[in-house]
């Protein structure tokens, strides 16, 4: 089902210019202004654009058969017709919470409407309406025509609000009474005829515009202590005057029901007891459906357009048309859903000349997108193949930065006799697996920090390590601690060994705060101290050039004050916190030795006090090392030649991050 509301909005945002963009999200230009003025004008350019290059599925309605069914679906099994708000594609995953089985009863055509029921459902539970009572709808399109239809249901006298005479007619054919703001018909009085001059008991709006009118609008409708949900999209711009004299409660009903958007619910599968939740999304897609099976929600009126998928092109070419719209269905055509047995091949022209080394790229996330992959190109990688979760993602990458093949699955990118060096830009979670399953296919590896959450996953690496040194080439293995790889630390490093008094470091992290239910922060993806920190940790150990003695941390949960020691009498301080302000720089470090001071400023500035042989610098933009990194990796397994980083190192450095975020605890 396309939901020409919301594919509408994206399509046209997808189509605005840079500057449409902005306008259209001022609150985003705000955050770019600050980054500009922090990171400077080309790496903030770039961010924006690698953000707004990010592919989006399109789709939430769809409808079909279960082909596989994870741990934890134990009332899913293969075979089982369900709905679900995948995205538009023959073979999608979607949460087992997100998902509901179809009766037999029912059609696929009517089950792709199960979604759009379900966020009319749920606007309607928020405004608890009993029986008898009169409530408003204003906006007609799919969701307040199946909103009608529910109400109705519910026993209520239902008035229906909307310029367009043939909704108005699927509405009255509901049971609506209908008033045709075409006409020139006042709808308050309307509403207060209809309502026997009492004001109706509640509004629910859904309806799609800039405009605050409608809202205004049902204000001025509305009974004393009347009730408004406002569904659709509208202007938010309230007046006091409309709702203090009637007391009016206003209330934004979220999609499906409780459950969207809580990470727990939807990707771990927690359920929330129904003692205390009734309706939570899966049970309002179920009660939808329920309606469907006993005709009490009949869908049929409201499909315009069937496409098959083959034409759907012509089915989003509607969206942008004055053709008249409702539901528009897009057929697959019950063709075989069988997992591809190999990955997709683009084109192998895109393959540079033999003698590089044969890159598989597993994950092509935001980082991987805008910052790996663009740094792994400048550095001449020859890209045989990427990996990722999301279809969507991985095709996207395939075709932007020329990859030979795309897939799904991990396991057989590792597992390809062709493939002789692995990246890994995935979820802190899955490092060590990824890392140790590479390791003793034989291959190099390149892996995002942090290379470990656990000891006991550390253990695994280094066991896995120890194994690989049975291979007649045994292969590098490199952690992307890429900030020691940056210009100004080669030039800092370079002085410090110069230097016979063990210096002191501050590195000021200015992290900033992040919702408390970002991915980062969670346990199961090692929180931010093991997550970024490790990045800082590491960078001190490498200009100490020694041993890390002592590793104390005092603080909680992601602000956080590190203390190292290193063997030879170096000692550092690492300020890592989320409380600060986003204008401030994010990473400054300072370096204390022999009564002169270094300060490194955001990897931008270099500026010296009392040292001599470093000469103040200042880049036009900022420059983590990221390339540099990348390139030293590739280097070392092209040459033969040891890893840019020595594995002892990688392993300490984990190890004592790892310990001092269990400090934290």
């Keep these: 089902m396309v939901s ?41 350019l770039s961010a924006v654009r690698a953000k707004l290059d990010q592919p989006l599925a399109l789709g939430y309605c769809n409808v079909g058969t279960i082909i596989e069914a994870g741990s934890g679906t134990s009332h899913f099994r293969v075979g089982d017709r369900v709905a679900s708000n995948g995205g538009h594609a023959g073979i999608v995953a979607v949460s087992a919470n997100l998902s509901a089985k179809v009766p037999d009863s029912v059609s696929d055509e009517a089950a792709a409407f199960t979604v759009l029921g379900a966020i009319a459902l749920q606007g309607i539970r928020l405004a608890e309406p009993t029986l008898g009572e009169t409530v408003a709808v ?86 004393k202590r009347g009730r408004i949900v406002l569904v659709g999209v509208t202007g938010l711009q309230l007046s006091r005057a409309d709702f203090y004299e009637k007391e009016l409660s206003f209330q934004v009903s979220c999609s499906y029901g409780p459950g969207r958007y809580d990470p727990a619910y939807e990707a771990k599968g927690q359920d929330y007891p129904a003692g205390f939740v009734r309706w939570t999304a899966q049970r309002n897609f179920e009660a939808v459906l329920d309606m469907m099976a006993d005709g009490r929600l009949d869908v049929a009126p409201l499909i315009s357009h069937r496409f098959a998928i083959s034409e759907a092109e012509q089915a989003y070419a509607l969206l942008d ?54 740094a792994l190109k400048r550095a001449g990688a020859r890209l045989d193949m990427v990996a990722s979760n999301s279809g969507i993602s991985g095709l996207h990458a395939q075709r932007k930065f020329g990859i030979a093949r795309a897939t799904t699955d991990a396991s057989a990118l590792i597992g390809d006799p062709d493939i002789d060096t692995v990246v ?91 919702p408390p239910d970002h991915w980062t922060r969670s346990g199961e993806e090692g929180g931010r101290i093991v997550g970024e920190a490790c990045h800082f940790v590491d960078l001190l150990r490498h200009l100490a050039n020694s041993p890390i003695s002592q590793a104390t941390a005092t603080g909680r949960g992601d602000t956080a004050n590190l203390q190292l020691a290193f063997a030879n009498g170096a000692i550092g301080t690492i300020h890592y916190l989320a409380n600060g302000a986003r204008s401030f720089p994010k990473e400054r470090l300072e370096v204390f030795c022999g009564g002169s001071i270094v300060v490194l400023d955001n990897f931008r500035r270099l500026s010296a006090h009392n040292w001599r042989g ?32 020595p594995f002892e190192e990688l392993a300490e450095v984990s190890a004592v991050t790892i310990d001092l975020a269990a400090q934290l605890r």
């Design 138 to 223: 204003i906006g007609l399109g799919l969701i307040g025509l199946l909103t009608v239809q529910l109400l109705r249901a519910h026993g209520c006298r239902v008035l229906g609000l909307d310029p367009d005479p043939a909704r108005l007619a699927l509405a009255s054919s509901f049971g609506a009474e209908v008033v045709d703001l075409s006409a020139g018909s006042d709808p308050l009085r309307e509403a207060a005829r209809f309502s026997r001059d009492r004001g109706v008991d509640a509004v629910i709006i859904a309806a799609s515009t800039e405009s605050s009118a409608p809202v205004s609008q049902a204000a001025a409708m509305c009974s």
């Design 321 to 374: 048309s004055d053709t008249p719209t409702l539901g528009v269905l897009l057929d697959f055509g019950g063709e075989d859903t069988a997992p591809p047995a190999a990955p997709a091949i683009l084109s192998p022209a895109h393959v540079p000349a033999n003698g590089t080394p044969r890159i598989g790229f597993v994950g092509a996330g935001a980082y991987a997108t805008s910052t790996l992959l663009p």
């Design 424 to 514: 890994i830009a995935t979820r802190h979670s899955s490092h060590a697996a990824l890392t140790c399953a590479a390791l003793r296919a034989g291959k190099h590896v390149f892996v995002e920090k942090p290379l470990a959450l656990s000891h006991a996953e550390l253990s695994e690496i280094q066991e896995s390590w120890r194994e690989s040194r049975a291979f007649e080439r045994p292969p590098l293995l490199t952690v992307g601690f890429n900030r020691r790889f940056a210009p100004h630390v080669i030039a800092l490093n370079k002085a410090l060994a110069c230097r016979s008094e063990p210096p002191a470091f501050i590195m000021t992290v200015n992290a900033g705060a992040l």
């Design 614 to 645: 470093i000469k103040p610098t200042r880049l036009w933009q900022q420059d983590k090392g990221q390339t540099s990194c990348v390139s030293a990796f590739l280097t070392a397994v092209q040459n033969g030649d040891p890893a840019p980083i």
């Design 4 to 44: 020409a509301g919301t594919e509408r909005m994206l399509l046209q945002f997808g189509k605005a210019s840079l500057l449409g963009k902005a306008r259209s999200q001022p609150e985003k230009v705000r955050q770019v202004l600050q980054k500009a003025r922090t990171d400077g004008i080309l790496p903030t």
